[in-house]
Structure formats: structure tokens, C-alpha cells
């Protein structure tokens, strides 16, 4: 197999998101944990941030699934238009990252270590997706 721009985005992209399984092993852990419920008198129960949780780790195993395919499917998946699309799927799957910290503390991550985890998690896909761009952007002028 030849080392190319694809190859090597392809490579970028499985490293970044195998550097953040475990922060995606953690949603999925919080569910059914009763140090992640909420108050007693929140309308839809103390167990309903559970809900949430959930709901979290599926778009992101949904954006992680869209992301193979197009990086792994067929040559036509890649197009301009599915270059411009997977962009702001990372960037809505990465951006809670790091869109709260600023305004409220709280929401930052919880050490420096899921700090930097957070960050390599985000800068190794969001590479591959720029490394790739080329050829995404010369597939819709190569003849078919």
C-alpha cells in the first residue's frame, strides 16, 4: 500500500479516534451511575441527565460511523460536498470540548490530563480531514 495524502488521513483519522475511546468509554459509563443524576425534583427525574448521556454517545458514535464511511467508502463518497459536511460534524462533535470553558468553568475538562486527551482527541481527526482535502476537492474534476 502506497503512503498518500488519503492513506495518511485514513491513519489520522483511526489514531484520533482511537486517542479518545476512552473519554467516549466514559459518556457511555455515566449511564446508570448515581453520582450522575441530577436532583430529586428535576420534572423528569433524578436519573433523567442518564437521558442525556445517552443521547451524547450516540451522536457520537453516529459522527464517528459518518466519518469511516466517508474516509473508507467508495471513492465517491468523497466529494466537496461531503468534505465540507464531515467538517461540521467534527466541529460540532469537538467544539463542547471547548465552547463552555470559557464562559463557565464548569464546563472545562475535569484535569489536564482530559485536557490534553481532549485536544489530541480533536487535532489528530481534524488533520487528517485537512490533510485529505485535496483530494476530496479533485475527485468531483476527475473523469468517472
Partial sequence: MKLNKLV???ILIVVGFLVGWES????FSHIGDPL???SPDHPGGADHSWYHVL????????TICLVLVVFFGKDWFRTRATWYLTLIALIGYYAPFWVGAPFNPALAAPTWDAELRHILQAAIP?????LARKTFFDAESAPS
Fill in 8 to 10: 495518511a488521513s485514513r
Fill in 24 to 27: 467516549l468509554y466514559q459518556t
Fill in 55 to 62: 443521547r451524547e454517545g450516540v451522536g457520537s458514535v453516529a
Fill in 36 to 38: 450522575f443524576m441530577i
Fill in 126 to 130: 481534524l488533520s487528517g480531514l485537512f
